[in-house]
């Protein structure tokens, strides 16, 4: 089997708000297309125009080079050897950000071609799925005041979600109206689900401290990305100082920044979003972190239904799976691209069982939000 073409896919609503930290506004897939007639999705959590470059973008020289032109004519059923192959062929541009993004897109898409190639669905390649259906946790954007917070938790509750998160927004800015925020979803989820709180790289250690202390009564699962992604010292100083369960890694690509997360910075919670680490070929590496420290591992995911598909063949796999996430944002792009989508039931989200990822895209539906 050969790799015939890499077919690069952007996603846009009408409207974008670039004012909100929402992920659902624009997405990038990938189709990569075999002589066998066989063809893999994928998706990259990231700039979709920036990703389209890299991968149709002619080369500049051995390590400047578009991805397409390195992969047409290559074996789909070598995963990790075109992971190398292309990490190589990037390093002038990538190592990281971007050109990551979009590998993981094309793993992801390859990862999806050996399963339809074999009849075996991706979590069973990845050495098999302990369970069979995933708690997700709600997800959306912190919104400005605790009536809109009470609003997306009564919503949530009613509609059987176990666990909410909530974060962005106005979170940071000050901490009185932080508690506030915090308050109204606690009061209004009740004390038998849980609450997670994404404090978008807002607060220095001493904010994030001092938010924790005034919250403390509303148990957190946890708090997440408080800090700048990059300060390890940081995150040890606030996860050394709480009893909360502190969570990061959403922003990191490759395996090393997920180790430092853990080692250096102490980290509870590992965050790799399947769409910007690597794709399957690193989140396979990053599991390894879970049966080696007590950290436990929920991916980052508020993008289409291939990221979701991608991310409950990922957790079904972990030695102590707890959580995917599942945005509930209003856009087509969440849930609205695929043939059957995801239906919620008991909380949970079901492995899809079928070949590869074992998903469909409504091809009607892309046609609405795809350009050209």
């Known amino acids: 089997m050969r790799i015939t073409d890499v077919e690069p896919i952007v996603l846009r609503l009408d409207r974008i708000d670039t004012t909100r930290a929402d992920g659902t506004q624009d997405a990038f897939l990938v189709r990569i297309h075999t002589d066998e007639g066989i063809v893999g999705v994928g998706e990259a959590d990231t700039s979709p125009y920036l990703a389209r470059t890299i991968v149709e973008m002619p080369s500049s020289h051995s390590i400047a080079r578009g991805l397409k032109e390195v992969l047409v004519g290559e074996d789909p059923l070598q995963a990790d050897r075109l992971w190398q192959l292309m990490f190589n062929a990037s390093d002038h541009y990538g190592r990281g950000g971007a050109a990551l993004h979009t590998m993981s897109a094309i793993d992801i898409a390859l990862w999806d071609i050996a399963g339809k190639a074999s009849g075996r669905p991706v979590s069973a390649l990845l050495g098999g799925g302990r369970i069979a259906n995933v708690p997700v946790y709600a997800s959306e954007v912190m919104p400005q005041t605790p009536d809109e917070v009470r609003r997306i938790a009564e919503r949530v509750a009613g509609d059987g979600y176990a666990a909410l998160k909530l974060g962005w927004g106005p979170l940071g800015r000050d901490l009185a109206h932080d508690e506030a925020l915090v308050r109204a979803a606690r009061e209004t989820l009740g004390p038998e689900r849980s609450l997670m709180l994404d404090g978008g790289r807002a607060y220095t250690v001493k904010q994030a401290l001092e938010l924790l202390r005034r919250v403390e009564e509303y148990e957190l699962y946890w708090f997440e990305e408080a800090l700048s992604p990059d300060d390890l010292d940081g995150y040890r100083r606030l996860s050394d100082a709480v ?24 980290v509870d919670v590992l965050q790799p979003d399947l769409a910007r ?15 080696q420290t007590a950290v436990e591992i929920v991916p980052h995911c508020f993008s289409t239904g291939v990221l979701v598909a991608a991310s409950l063949h990922f957790v079904a796999t972990l030695d102590r799976p707890t959580w995917s996430e599942f945005s509930i944002a209003d856009s087509l792009l969440v849930n609205g691209i695929l043939r059957e989508p995801f239906e919620l039931r008991d909380g949970r989200l079901s492995v899809p069982t079928g070949p590869g990822l074992g998903i469909e895209l409504d091809e009607d539906a892309l046609h609405s939000v795809r350009l050209a």
């Open 243 to 266: 009893r909360t369960r502190i969570a990061a890694g959403e922003a990191d690509a490759t395996l090393a920044p997920f180790r430092a997360l853990v080692e250096l910075g102490h």
């Open 277 to 291: 680490c690597g794709g399957f070929t690193v989140a396979r590496q990053i599991a390894l972190l879970e049966r």
